[in-house]
């Protein structure tokens, strides 16, 4: 059998926060036996709880261009 070593999670947040602090967002490749897709996580203010988005990998760039989009006309 032969083995691999994979990253399926960067974290994305302040320096120095805490893993779980409600400004860090955990980006990650899921699978639930359906295919992998992209999933950006985030824990609630009172930690006990997250939020959870999921993409299918070949919606994620235009995602990414819509979000660049918005993001060049903020003020």
Do not use: N
């Amino acid at each position: 059998m032969k083995y691999e070593t994979r990253t399926t999670r960067l974290t994305v947040g302040p320096e120095k926060a805490d893993i779980y602090a409600p400004e860090v967002t955990h980006v990650e490749i899921d699978d639930k036996s359906a295919g992998e897709f992209l999933v950006l996580r985030q824990s609630r203010d009172d930690k006990c709880s997250e939020q959870t988005v999921r993409f299918d990998p070949d919606e994620w760039p235009e995602i990414v261009k819509a979000v660049e989009q918005l993001r060049k006309g903020m003020r």
